[in-house]
């Protein structure tokens, strides 16, 4: 498979942000959709500059604005199993074995004054990924300015997006033979290595061609469609085409398709169920 899949459906996981972060509908949130990405982006590339920081620095007070204090150790050490499950979407056990791959990355990316450890970071994309709430809110809740949840949101993306390639990906023969043995014995369908499906990631109104991205439920998307294995592990993704597009002419636009067609890297696949 492509390795640009996986990057694609990172892209849209943080597109989602997105929609959730502009659906909040409290005055605050209001205030905070005006915050655009290319805003957040300049303002980084800004404090780069030697002569603008001395100059702001020297020019304008900071001002010390009261955040939540702690909230981190209440969800690490007394938020129940459950709790943190339904706030984060993962269990537990996940994400700390998420922590552990990716705790390096992010710590030689912060900044050793940096307030956020590698835990907090990880807590706070979560929570955004996970919850309709604005970078202002998530940053009350953690005790950070939202522009430090937008910027550890990037560096988490980024730091998960490495391991894409080696955690969505299509499975060889031995495991392929595993699946299909699974699949025959838990759901009664002989010779299936996967099931396949889609689904439509709302997004905001394009400038452009926006009829095209109206999907059959009358909102806008885009297209994902996924690949997976008996116990929901996806071993394909395939992203970006418009929400108007039917489903079977997405598959006919997805590598899958092409590879099944061409019949080289899985020239062993017995066939794909859709809605399995």
């Not at 304008?60 to 209440?74: C, F, T």
């Amino acid at each position: 498979m492509s390795q640009t899949a996986p990057r694609n459906l990172i892209s849209a996981l943080i597109l989602v942000n997105e929609i959730f972060d502009s659906d909040d509908e409290s005055t605050d949130s209001d205030d905070e959709s005006t915050d655009s990405e290319n805003e957040l982006y300049q303002d980084e590339e800004e404090l780069n500059e030697p002569s603008i920081l001395t100059t702001r620095v020297s020019t304008v007070s900071r001002r010390n604005v009261p955040k939540v204090a702690g909230y981190e150790e209440i969800v690490t050490e007394r938020m129940q199993d459950y709790d943190f499950k339904t706030h984060f979407r993962l269990h537990r056990s996940t994400f700390d074995l998420l922590l552990g791959k990716i705790n390096i990355k992010l710590q030689n990316q912060t900044r050793p004054t940096s307030r956020c450890s590698p835990n907090k970071i990880l807590l706070i994309t979560l929570w955004i990924l996970a919850t309709p709430e604005s970078y202002r809110s998530v940053g009350c809740r953690f005790g950070v300015c939202k522009k430090t949840v937008f910027k550890v949101i990037r560096r988490t993306i980024d730091a998960i997006y490495e391991m894409a390639s080696t955690t969505i990906k299509w499975p060889g023969a031995t495991e392929a033979q595993n699946i299909i043995s699974a699949n025959s014995s838990t759901a009664g369908f002989p010779g299936v290595l996967g099931a396949i499906d889609g689904t439509h990631i709302p997004i905001r109104t394009p400038q452009h061609s926006s009829g095209t991205y109206i999907n059959r439920k009358g909102f806008h998307s885009l297209q994902l469609q996924v690949v997976c294995q008996h116990n929901l592990k996806f071993t394909d993704c395939y992203v970006g085409q418009p929400g108007s597009m039917h489903d079977a002419r997405v598959f006919r636009h997805s590598e899958i398709c092409t590879d099944l067609q061409n019949r080289q890297e899985i020239a062993h696949l017995p066939q794909l169920v859709d809605k399995l």
